[in-house]
């Protein structure tokens, strides 16, 4: 059965810090990686991963993907209170995605 | 910048009744998906359409469900005899070339069943 865990579930961290979000995998047919930001409704896309040990790169925000260990990393550095919201990773198996439970972020000020 | 729509928002309906939730995917986009979110629950996949024809479904989407593209535009799913456990957040996505691009979601229509 495909599956996408990510760790941790939740994660309380002041203004200004940096945080490492991980996703791990086991999905057939593996063709992409996504990250997507969810924080009243729909998820917006982040990054899409699709080789090993490219990093992508957008603003604060960066992730890698490891395809021999099945994994991938999104960094977030210098955390600000608008990064509060769940982080969805999903996996693109076949025709479809398979989600992660996300990892819930909340940054105090 | 192109976005894809999803009416109603948020439907209330009674348990056993139909409902028809409706989504206009983005105009050049070829595959069209549907999730569903139980409350504090993962995003799950219910079913991928492409070129007129279901291209995969989950366990999930038994018998009670169909979709259709009636028209150029919209992509409906259809949810037959409502149970209570189908309350849920349903998002419809769409993509030009299946989802090795980034995947463009709707904001959803919340379904609460009563």
């Known amino acids: 059965e495909d599956k996408v865990v990510q760790s941790p579930l939740s994660l309380v961290v002041h203004e200004g810090d940096t945080v490492t979000l991980n996703c791990s995998y086991e999905?057939?047919?593996?063709?992409?990686l996504l990250w997507y930001k969810q924080e009243k409704k729909a998820p917006t896309f982040l990054f899409m991963l699709?080789?090993?040990?490219i990093e992508k790169k957008s603003g604060r925000l960066s992730s890698i993907l490891d395809k021999k260990e099945l994994f991938s990393i999104l960094n977030i550095t210098a955390t600000q209170t608008g990064d509060s919201a769940v982080y969805l990773c999903?996996?693109?198996?076949?025709?479809?995605?398979?989600f992660g439970a996300g990892t819930i972020l909340r940054v105090k000020s | 910048e192109p976005e894809v729509t999803q009416t109603p928002s948020h439907q209330v309906t009674q348990m056993g009744q139909e409902v028809i939730l409706r989504c206009v995917p983005i105009?050049?986009?070829?595959?069209f998906y549907w999730y569903r979110q139980i409350l504090g629950q993962k995003v799950e996949f219910l079913v991928s359409?492409?070129?007129?024809?279901?291209?995969?479904k989950s366990e999930i989407f038994d018998d009670q469900f169909s979709v259709e593209r009636p028209d150029g535009s919209n992509f409906t799913l259809k949810i037959r005899s409502t149970k209570l456990e189908d309350s849920a957040m349903y998002f419809c996505?769409?993509?030009?070339?299946?989802?090795?691009?980034?995947?463009?979601f709707g904001q959803g229509t919340r379904l609460t069943v009563v």
């Open positions: 359409f492409y070129n007129n024809e279901i291209s995969e």
């Open positions: 999905v057939t047919n593996f063709r992409s």
């Open positions: 105009s050049n986009h070829l595959y």
């Open positions: 999903a996996v693109e198996g076949g025709n479809k995605l398979v």
């Open positions: 996505a769409s993509g030009f070339k299946s989802l090795n691009t980034e995947a463009f």
């Open positions: 699709t080789s090993s040990g």
